[in-house]
């Protein structure tokens, strides 16, 4: 019986063409725009490069801060030779101007008060950037005053260029070691995968509310087909699903976003986490999914109501903006999104190499979330005489 | 007997659906079921197929007890509901092998069943197009056949014709007619449609303010209902006769006393629609 139940849900499902949407091309092209998006944010390679006029009217001295700027991964500076400070940055398009005075160098060594160098900025310019610069600047002017003062005591200049090469960046795994450094696509993988197998709600809830409206299940119902194989009917046939879903977001990273030019999709854990994982999250997913259509009593309201939560959870759980980057309220607030418990278990296997006690706090998470959600489906069914 | 009903009451929180309802239908029959919106049709039908539950008397359904033997119930029984009962993106077949399936057939009993209703509701044409482009006809042909594939000793049907034009509606009609005199299926048929009752049924009984207030065999529930009408030549009088002629006799008596000339009188039976509106007091209900 079971074999006609999984049949009748998966030729239903290959005849939606709207869920196959939702399922897999929607994550793929999430994956495959954020991988590529995020390149930068990972890695050190940078495409495009922030634009510094360094501005020669006051100061005819300064050709090795724009050297020195230029050996950065982040700008590139230019000379100039204007007064008109918009005009560079309107006109031009440079993103910084900097202003400094004539012998800025013999005032930092006399530590004259009235010193300033003017940063003019595209005000466009994140902080963050803004605070890059700042201390690029900070550092290059730094590092030509010490420059100066090594030769004038006759001390090895070669020790300030071996500084830098000195600071090398090492990632630590926990349970291997690996050469490379996270990749901007072992973060969008996860966090679009977990985005796209919450969205099984949509298949789901739509085939609960037309099986009420159209009065299958009361034909069920009166064939003494049981509760338990009714959820079960829908509950195995959307985990292999979600299944798939996994296996094909996988291979997008390892395959499709390396044609683009994007990085290719290392998992540094175990396939098997990946699977166990993957199954928590399904549960936690489905069994919203059968709330979600029990308390709908229309598609359009089903679709509404879940696709908005979805991407409530999406955005407090750090799949939209990466938490990292959200201030620490925020990043409190995460942690109350079953999409956050998911994504932060495939992140310590994705990018961790993390083991099953690195994981196992989320799956209970979810596994808490997927029963609560399943026993009040159950009440409402049961108040409703549906049981 | 093959529904035997006794003292049945349902209330819905503190509003009674069903009052104190008994109803005996023998096995064979072709049973109408009849009543205005909100009678209790559809809860009693409900409730005999197990999809909600009554509050108390006592239900014997093929010499089975309705609450210790459900299962032995389930498996002669079968519910057709008023809406498309399955799925519009699947074909024809696809639906019919699901739901035989679930019934528990197999291969190649299940292959067997399929081609008879198939065959008995003449889906032939249609058993590999996908359902949603049906006619209404065809998708309430379909809805029946998933019916009989449990080929069922009594078979629910709940106003199977809703919405279909009448081409559609006598041939289903007739395919329930052929059901109950091949197979002797019990079948209990509710429907709006008073005339659809009356061509098809040999019992019916009318649902009331949630109490069956009439229920006779076909022929007798007519032949009580018989009028005479008397012309004169000034005007036309009707004149009930149920049991027995004695309002007849007395009325033309009558007319004779009053010197009245009779021109011409007529014999006839109230059709369905006119007892039933009789009964239930013609009143627009909810």
Redesign the interface.
């Known amino acids: 019986m079971f074999q006609y139940i999984l049949k009748k849900e998966f030729l239903l499902l290959s005849r939606d063409i709207h869920a196959l949407l939702v399922l897999f091309i929607m994550p793929t092209l999430f994956i495959v725009i954020m991988s590529l998006a995020l390149q930068n944010t990972y890695s050190n390679k940078v495409d495009i490069k922030l634009q510094v006029a360094i501005n020669t009217i006051l100061n005819q001295d300064i050709q090795y801060i724009t050297q020195e700027i230029n050996k950065d991964n982040y700008f590139q500076a230019k000379n100039t030779n204007s007064e008109n400070i918009k005009k560079l940055i309107y006109e031009k398009e440079f993103d910084f101007v900097v202003n400094i005075v004539q012998n800025y160098k013999n005032q930092i060594n006399t530590n004259q008060k009235d010193f300033t160098i003017e940063i003019y900025i595209n005000p466009n310019i994140s902080l963050q950037n803004q605070e890059i610069f700042k201390n690029v600047l900070t550092k290059v002017i730094s590092k030509q005053i010490m420059k100066e003062y090594f030769i004038k005591n006759k001390i090895n200049a070669k020790t300030l260029s071996h500084l830098e090469k000195t600071i090398t960046i090492i990632p630590i795994y926990k349970e291997k070691e690996f050469q490379i450094k996270p990749t901007s696509v072992q973060y969008s993988v996860p966090s679009w995968l977990v985005f796209s197998m919450f969205f099984i709600l949509i298949p789901i809830s739509n085939a609960f509310i037309n099986e009420k409206n159209f009065g299958t299940i009361s034909r069920l119902k009166s064939m003494n087909i049981p509760f338990i194989s009714i959820i079960l009917g829908k509950m195995v046939p959307y985990f292999i699903i979600n299944q798939i879903q996994v296996l094909f977001m996988i291979l997008v990273g390892i395959y499709i976003v390396p044609l683009l030019n994007g990085d290719t999709l290392q998992i540094n854990g175990n396939y098997g986490l990946i699977f166990i994982m993957s199954s928590a999250i399904s549960f936690a997913a489905i069994s919203f999914a059968i709330f979600i259509a029990n308390i709908s009593s229309t598609s359009e309201e089903a679709t509404t109501i879940g696709g908005v939560s979805n991407i409530l959870l999406a955005a407090l759980g750090g799949i939209m903006v990466p938490k990292f980057v959200m201030p620490e309220f925020m990043q409190n607030i995460t942690t109350f999104s079953p999409m956050n418990w998911g994504l932060e278990g495939l992140l310590e296997i994705f990018v961790m190499g993390g083991g099953l006690n690195d994981i196992k706090a989320y799956i209970l998470y979810l596994i808490i979330f997927g029963i609560g959600f399943l026993a009040l489906s159950y009440i409402i069914l049961k108040k409703k005489e549906n049981i | 007997m093959a529904i035997e009903i006794k003292n049945l009451t349902k209330f819905y929180q503190k509003h009674k659906v069903l009052d104190n309802l008994s109803l005996k239908i023998e096995e064979g029959s072709l049973f109408g079921l009849l009543g205005p919106n909100g009678a209790g049709k559809t809860t009693l039908v ?1 409730i005999m ?5 009554y509050d108390s008397g006592e239900i014997n359904i093929f010499g089975y007890e309705y609450k210790k033997q ?2 032995e119930i ?2 002669i ?14 074909t024809a077949y ?1 639906n019919l ?3 035989g ?4 057939l197999k291969n190649p009993q299940l292959k067997r069943r399929i081609e008879y209703c198939v065959e008995v509701t003449s889906l032939e044409k249609f058993l590999n197009k ?1 359902a949603h482009t049906y006619s209404g006809g065809v998708k309430r042909r379909l809805n029946i056949a ?1 019916g009989l594939l ?1 080929d069922p000793k009594i078979l629910y049907l709940d106003e199977p014709t809703v919405g279909i034009d009448p081409q559609s509606r006598k041939y289903i009609l007739d395919v329930i007619k052929k059901i109950n005199n091949e197979k002797k299926t019990t079948i209990i048929y509710t429907s709006h449609y008073m005339e659809e009752i009356e061509y098809l049924c040999d019992d019916i009984a009318i649902l009331d303010n949630h109490k069956i207030i009439l229920h006779e065999k076909k022929e007798l529930l007519l032949e009580k209902n018989s009028f005479i009408t008397i012309q004169t030549n000034t005007e036309k009088i009707q004149v009930d006769v149920k049991d027995d002629y004695n309002n007849f006799i007395e009325t033309l008596t009558l007319l004779k006393n009053k010197n009245t000339p009779i021109e011409n009188i007529f014999f006839n039976n109230k059709n369905l629609e006119e007892l039933f509106l009789n009964l239930t007091k013609g009143n627009l209900r909810d």
């Open positions: 409900s197929n197990y999809l909600q539950s459900k299962k389930q498996k029984s079968s519910y057709v509901p008023q809406t498309y009962a399955f799925y519009p993106n699947l696809e092998e699901f739901f399936a679930l019934y528990g996908r998933i449990n």
